[in-house]
C-alpha cells in the first residue's frame, strides 16, 4: 500500500511541479520583472509556467509581486483562498517579504506577506532579476518534488493565514494573530502598536 | 469490417451477440481515445508554435524537448481540488462542460477521416454537424449561468451573441458546398472533389472557404474572437470558477472542437481525405512494384489519413498564426463583422457557386 | 460602397502585412539565454548580495565605523556590535548582519564604506524556504581573502 502512495505521490509530483500556473496578480514594481520573465529572453515557458491564469480557480501559484498594502490584504486574502489546492506561493521581492524599506515608518504596508498566507520561497531583492525568479520556480519546483500529500498538509495546518479577516472587510481588523509568533529579525518584533511608536520617533 | 470482427470473436468463442453489443462502443472507445490524443498534442503544438512565433523556446523541460508538458498539466488537473461556491446551481453546473463537450466528441464520429474510417455515415451528415457544433454553445452559457458569478454571465451571454451572429454566415458559406456536392453527406462531399487539386471546392468557392474559416475560429472562441473568456476584461469568462477536471473538460472541448472545425473545412474546401494530384501516390509510385491488392489497399488507405491529417494541421498552424497576430475584438467590431461583412459575402458566395455549378452542368 | 470596398482591401493589406512580420520571427533563431545552465552576463555595476571584505592577512576590512548603518534607507537593516580591545584600544566588530529580505540593494553603505569594506557582489540567486534564513550574519557575509582582492579590483576598476 505505502508502495502505490509513493509512486502515484512520484507521479503527482512530478505532474505538479512541471506544471505551475501562475496566477495574474502583480501589485507593483516586481510586476514588471515578473513580465519580464514571461517574456522572449527568459521565456518562463521553458518551465511550463508560462499560462498565466486570470481566474484564482485554475491557478496553482501566486506570485506575490509587489508591495500589499493593508487595503491589497484582504483582496489577497481571499484570492489566495479561492485557489484550489494544492496552492503555493512565492513572495517575490523585499517589500512581500518582510516590507523592505517600507519597514520601519509606513502606516500602509503589511510587514511581510507570509502574515497573511503561507509562503513556500522567499525571493529577495528590490526587485529580483527575473533570472532569480526562474531560479525561486526551480526551488519551489524542488520542494514541490520532495514532498508528500500528507506532509503538505500538516504544513498548510502549521501556517495558517495569520490575519483575521473581518466580515466587513474592513482593513483595520487586519492584524497579526496574537497567537503567532513573528518571525522577525532585528527590532520590530511583535506588532503594528509598536511600529507606529516607532514611526513616530523616527519622524521626529 | 463488422464481418471480420465477429470471426476474431468467433475465434475466442464468444457469443455472436456480445459481438453486435461491442460493435458499438468500439467506434466510441477509438473516437475518445482519438479525441484526447489529438488534444495532448495539439495544446503542446501550439504552445511550442506560439513560443517559435515570440522568438522563445517554448516547453523544453519536462520529458525530451518539452514533449510530455501537455501530461503534466492534465495529470495537474485531474488532482486538482475541485472548487463549487455555496450559490452555484449544482446541478447545471457539473453538468455544463459534459454538455460543452458530448457534441465535439458526437462531430468526431460524423468526420470521414479516411475513405472506410468514418464511424457514423448519414444522409444529412453536414446538417448534423452544424447543429451539433452549436450545442457547445449551450454549455458555455450554462456555466456562466450556472457559476452564479457576473464575469462568468457575461461570458456566457457574450458566447451566446458571438455563436447566434456567427452561426448564420457559417452555414450559408456552407450551403454552396451543399449546392456543389449536391449532396449533404460527408463522404459524398468529398467524392464528388475527385480528380485532383483543381477540382476541390476552394477554387468554384473561395469567398466560402475564407467566411467559413472566419466563422470557425468565431465558433471555437480563439484568439481574436475570444471575447467569452476575455481575459483583460472577464478575469476567464465562462470558466471563471471552474477548477480542476471541470475545467478540463471545456479545455478539452474547446481544443477538440479546435480540431475538428480543422478537418472540416479541409473536408468541405480541401478535397478531405482525397490527395491534390489525379491519383493516390502509392498507385503512382508503387503500381508495378507491388501486385498484391490487399496491401494496396492498406497503402491507399494511410495515404488518405496522411493526406487529411496534412490539410488540417495546415490550417490549424494558420489558426495559431493568427492567434499569435491578431488582438482581441471589441464586442461591437464582432457583431459589425459578421452581420454586414461576412453575410453579404455569404450571400455572394452562394451565388456565385451556384452560377458556376449551372455553367458547368449546362442547365 | 467604393469606401467599403477600398476599406477592407487596406484592411487585408494591413493584416497580411503583420502576419508577415509575425512570420518572420518564426524562422528566426530565438534569443532565450538558457537560464540555469547558462548564467547571465550582469553588468559590471549590477548591485547584488552584499558581503563583507577582509585584508589580505585575513583580518576585517571593517573598523565598525557604523557609516552604513547611518546611511542605510532602511531602518536597522544592518546591525553592527562592536566592542573595544582592552589591550591594542580598537574597535573590534563583534557581530555584522544584514537582512537580505529587507535589503532593496541600492549600494549607498558600499559607496559611503571609508574601507571600501562592504560591497555588492555578482549573486543573486538569493531565494530561500524560510524567512530566518535571508539575514546574513558576520560569518556568512565575510569573504575569503582571495576573493576580496578580486571585488576591491574590479570597484577600484569601476572608480576609474
Request: proline share 5%; hydrophobic share 45%.
Amino acid at each position: 500500500m505505502k508502495i502505490i502512495f509513493t509512486a502515484i505521490d512520484i507521479v503527482y509530483n512530478w505532474a505538479r511541479s512541471n506544471s505551475l500556473w501562475p496566477l495574474t496578480f502583480a501589485t507593483s514594481c516586481c510586476g514588471i520583472e515578473m513580465i519580464s520573465a514571461s517574456a522572449a529572453s527568459y521565456d518562463i515557458a521553458r518551465f511550463g509556467a508560462e499560462v498565466f491564469r486570470a481566474s484564482p480557480r485554475q491557478a496553482d501559484l501566486i506570485i506575490t509581486a509587489g508591495t500589499i498594502t493593508h487595503k491589497m490584504a484582504p483582496a489577497l486574502v481571499q484570492l489566495y483562498e479561492q485557489m484550489p489546492e494544492p496552492k503555493y506561493v512565492i513572495a517575490m521581492g523585499a517589500c512581500c517579504i518582510t516590507g523592505g524599506m517600507y519597514e520601519n515608518d509606513s502606516y500602509s504596508v503589511v510587514r511581510g506577506v507570509d502574515r497573511l498566507i503561507p509562503v513556500d520561497v522567499y525571493l529577495p531583492g528590490c526587485p529580483p532579476r527575473p533570472e532569480a525568479l526562474l531560479d525561486a520556480i526551480i526551488k519551489l519546483q524542488k520542494k514541490m518534488k520532495t514532498e508528500s500529500l500528507l506532509e503538505r498538509k500538516q504544513y498548510l495546518e502549521a501556517h495558517k493565514p495569520r490575519v483575521i479577516l473581518s466580515e466587513d472587510r474592513d482593513c483595520e481588523i487586519l492584524l497579526p494573530n496574537p497567537d503567532f509568533e513573528v518571525i522577525h529579525w532585528g527590532v520590530q518584533t511583535i506588532g503594528y502598536d509598536k511600529d507606529y511608536k516607532k514611526a513616530e520617533v523616527n519622524c521626529v | 469490417m463488422y464481418d471480420l470482427y465477429a470471426k476474431i470473436l468467433n475465434i475466442l468463442r464468444l457469443p455472436e451477440i456480445i459481438a453486435q453489443l461491442t460493435w458499438a462502443v468500439i467506434p466510441f472507445a477509438c473516437i475518445a481515445a482519438l479525441m484526447v490524443f489529438v488534444v495532448i498534442f495539439l495544446v503542446l503544438m501550439e504552445r511550442k508554435f506560439l513560443a517559435w512565433l515570440t522568438v522563445r523556446k517554448g516547453p523544453n523541460r519536462v520529458g525530451p524537448n518539452g514533449f510530455l508538458q501537455t501530461f503534466a498539466d492534465a495529470i495537474k488537473l485531474l488532482f486538482k481540488e475541485d472548487i463549487m461556491s455555496e450559490e452555484t446551481n449544482k446541478l447545471l453546473f457539473t453538468i455544463a462542460p459534459v454538455i460543452a463537450f458530448a457534441p465535439v466528441m458526437i462531430i468526431y464520429g460524423l468526420m470521414p477521416f479516411t475513405e472506410h474510417l468514418i464511424a457514423i455515415n448519414i444522409a444529412v451528415g453536414l446538417f448534423l454537424v452544424f447543429a451539433l457544433s452549436s450545442l457547445t454553445t449551450v454549455g458555455i452559457v450554462l456555466a456562466g449561468w450556472s457559476s452564479n458569478n457576473k464575469y462568468s454571465l457575461l461570458g456566457g451571454m457574450r458566447s451566446a451573441a458571438q455563436a447566434i451572429s456567427y452561426e448564420i454566415p457559417l452555414v450559408i458559406a456552407v450551403l454552396s458546398i451543399a449546392v456543389l456536392a449536391g449532396s449533404l453527406n460527408l463522404k459524398e462531399i468529398v467524392t464528388a472533389q475527385s480528380g485532383g487539386l483543381f477540382s476541390w471546392n476552394i477554387f468554384p468557392a473561395f469567398i466560402g472557404f475564407i467566411v467559413l474559416f472566419i466563422c470557425s475560429i468565431a465558433e471555437v472562441n480563439r484568439v481574436p474572437f475570444d471575447l467569452p473568456e476575455a481575459e483583460s476584461e472577464l478575469v476567464s469568462g465562462y470558466n471563471t470558477e471552474y477548477s480542476g477536471m471541470k475545467f478540463a473538460l471545456f479545455f478539452l472541448a474547446e481544443y477538440a472542437a479546435l480540431f475538428i472545425m480543422s478537418v472540416l473545412i479541409s473536408t468541405l474546401f480541401l478535397g478531405g481525405y482525397l490527395p491534390p494530384f489525379n491519383d493516390y501516390l502509392s498507385i503512382i509510385l508503387l503500381d508495378n512494384i507491388i501486385k498484391n491488392q490487399a496491401i494496396m489497399d492498406i497503402l491507399i488507405h494511410l495515404e488518405q489519413g496522411f493526406w487529411l491529417v496534412a490539410k488540417t494541421y495546415t490550417l490549424l498552424f494558420l489558426i495559431i498564426w493568427i492567434r499569435g497576430t491578431l488582438p482581441r475584438l471589441r464586442a461591437d467590431q464582432l457583431m459589425g463583422f459578421s452581420w454586414k461583412f461576412l453575410l453579404p459575402l455569404a450571400f455572394i458566395n452562394l451565388i456565385l457557386t451556384s452560377i458556376i455549378k449551372l455553367a458547368i452542368q449546362g442547365y | 460602397m467604393k469606401n467599403a470596398v477600398n476599406k477592407t482591401i487596406s484592411g487585408i493589406i494591413e493584416i497580411a502585412r503583420g502576419m508577415a512580420t509575425i512570420m518572420k520571427h518564426f524562422f528566426r533563431p530565438s534569443i532565450t539565454l538558457e537560464y540555469p545552465e547558462k548564467k547571465p552576463d550582469l553588468p559590471p555595476r549590477f548591485r547584488g548580495r552584499l558581503a563583507l571584505l577582509t585584508n589580505s592577512d585575513g583580518t576585517d576590512a571593517c573598523i565598525g565605523c557604523k557609516s552604513c548603518v547611518k546611511v542605510c534607507p532602511c531602518v536597522d537593516l544592518i546591525q553592527i556590535e562592536t566592542s573595544k580591545d582592552p589591550e591594542t584600544k580598537k574597535i573590534v566588530v563583534e557581530q555584522f548582519t544584514i537582512d537580505i529580505g529587507r535589503c532593496i540593494f541600492c549600494g549607498n553603505c558600499t559607496e559611503i564604506c571609508p574601507k571600501n569594506a562592504i560591497v555588492s557582489t555578482d549573486e543573486f540567486e538569493l531565494a530561500d524556504y524560510s524567512r530566518e534564513s535571508l539575514v546574513f550574519d558576520k560569518k556568512a557575509l565575510t569573504l575569503d581573502p582571495e576573493k576580496s582582492q578580486r571585488l576591491r579590483d574590479k570597484k577600484e576598476k569601476e572608480v576609474k
